[in-house]
């Protein structure tokens, strides 16, 4: 693996592994009650990629994404974000680590209420103090087809039109690694069509690099490969995937890891 | 629906403390007063000590039920709000409005209930208290013993019932009407107290310099005013708000939040406008008066210093009544707020910008507050000064007025700087996920 060291600055160029993890692991509660829900797990994602990540309830996905995304603070291993090694500190220092680097999409939407579609937009330019280019705004979100809908709210659209804004808000600051928590969890298979192939949009027009977290085979079937994930290990990986090939790999996973595979 | 309703306090006992401290101290406050009925029906007391009696429990019980609806509502209108989610579930499930209707109500009653059965106890030592100052200042025979009895009990049980109830009611049909106005009665209501609050005012001059009562008709003036122009202050808040544009993201954010929320914002700045207008103009008044007793060539009789001390005792239980009120509101506003603040901390903010939103959002408020505050307190002062001092201003009220403002300012920016900082101890991502 090329270590590409200590970069001043994400703008000199972004490095060829978007994604780093080793040896990563989290254990949530102590004594009796800990339940470890990473463990170890190591993984190399290259710039320009769209992987899914898959496993059942509680093998550790949202913890991996987490720990990644720089959300929450693994217990050891290292995580490399665009060349960049992440290091425990304060939130804030964690929060200006984010900005740039990491972009979000959750099953939430997590969109600001009192703000309208476009301030939701650049909200993080201007909490990052950059420049907001009106014209990039628009050109964004008229690519998510909300070109007509800047000065609505979130209140004000449908569910698919709110997960595009929160993509829409994760393209705008051009990051290295988009992460996406179950992004079509609450969508109909129309709107979960439109936003997976925003995603993957995102990764052939624009070349992020997108991570997302799902539990459909149908969704994760847009992806170029598929991590699964069993009791906070990694289970396997299949590349150019299919829904049933996917749905296959998953309804055997437990026998892997019973089989100590 | 009522059993629905026992259930839902007992369960989440923690919901309602906002309420019941309400509830608890507005009871608290009007069985004090209200005790002192129940002294001067006694059998034996002499009419001058009964006068005195009456009177102190007739001004203060009076526009100590106003304080305690205020309270009431404002705790209560934030506590419906919150629970919107909650009560579409119900609505979902088959719950009719009337059924609702009486869950919530029913809540209201039940923390109203018990608050006040917890105030009976604080009230009758204070009932003694209060009894013992009027002793110490001669207003009342030596001889009179205090009385806890049917009056101050139904007062102020029914009192603090009848008010929460009332305010569960509107809390709840507010919330169901969502964004549409109510216009007409709150028009109404605004124009009313304000015409009230004026004549009020005006009617002090109908009084001479030294007529015990002077005091009363410009303070009623005063709070009626405040709570007009407090019922319109959403409205202006909004019109001061267009021409705000601070340049920082938390400014920005700030002045995009209010600017939604102003509707929510109504209670805390209602209690923010009453407590700089009531504490301002009670303050200054009485500032006022000692200086005219003082001026008046008398050597400060003792009874004089009493009176004062009995003034001031029942405006500081007023004011620090108005400034508790204005900190639990706030709170329960505040704290509410975890989910939003998680999203912003998604959205790239760091704890530090969110507190600067918080703070800049305080800031707004406690000026605004203080915008509408000072021109009710002023409007009852000026008549005040001029009958019994003849000047128009007095130098007290710049002392007066700066202490209220920094207290209001530290009531109101510490309380939400101190609640946003517990609320951002929580981690993003359980700030932001689904409330289980």
Redesign the interface.
Known sequence: MVRSGARGDHDTGPAPEALRLVKVTKTYGTGDGAVTALDGGTLGLARGTFTAVMGPSGSGKSTLL?CAAG??RPDSGIVRVDGRELTGGS??EL??F??GRIG?V?Q?Y??????TVA?NTV??L????RRVDRGRTREILTAVGLGDRLGHRPEQLSGGQRQRVAIA?ALV?EPRVIFADEPTGALDTRSAREVLTLLRQAVRVHGRTVVMVTHDPVAASYADSVLFLADGRLAGRLQAPTADAVAERLAHLGDDVTAGV | MVVLAMRSVRQRPGRFLATLLSAFLGAAIVMTFHSMHDTAGQPGVDPVSSETLTTAAGVVGGYGTLLVFFAVASTLTVNVRQRAAELELLRCSGATPAQLRRMVVGEAAVVALVGAALAVLPAVLGGRLLLEVFRDSGQVARSVDHSFGVVALVSGIGITLLTAAGAAFLALRRAARGHRRRGGARAFLTYAALVAGAVAVCSTFAFSATDSALMAPPAYGSILLSVGLALMAPRLLQAVLDRLSPGG?SG??AV??L???FGQLAGILMSLILFTAVSTATLTMQAVESEAVAASGLVKSVDAKNLETLNFTVVGIVVVFVCVMLVNSLYAATSYRGR?F????????????VLGVVGAEGLVLTVTGLLFGTPAALAGIVPFTVVRGDAVLSEQLVGVWAAVASIGAAATLGTSLATARRVLRT???RA?A?AA
């Open positions: 987490q959300l929450d939130e804030a929060t200006r984010r900005r979000f959750f939430q997590n969109l600001l209420e009192t703000l301030q909200l993080p201007k909490l990052a103090g808000r600051t | 993201a920005w954010l995009r939040n600017r939604q929320r939003e998680g999203q912003q901390r998604l959205a790239g903010a760091t704890p530090g910008q981690p993003v991502v932001v689904p």
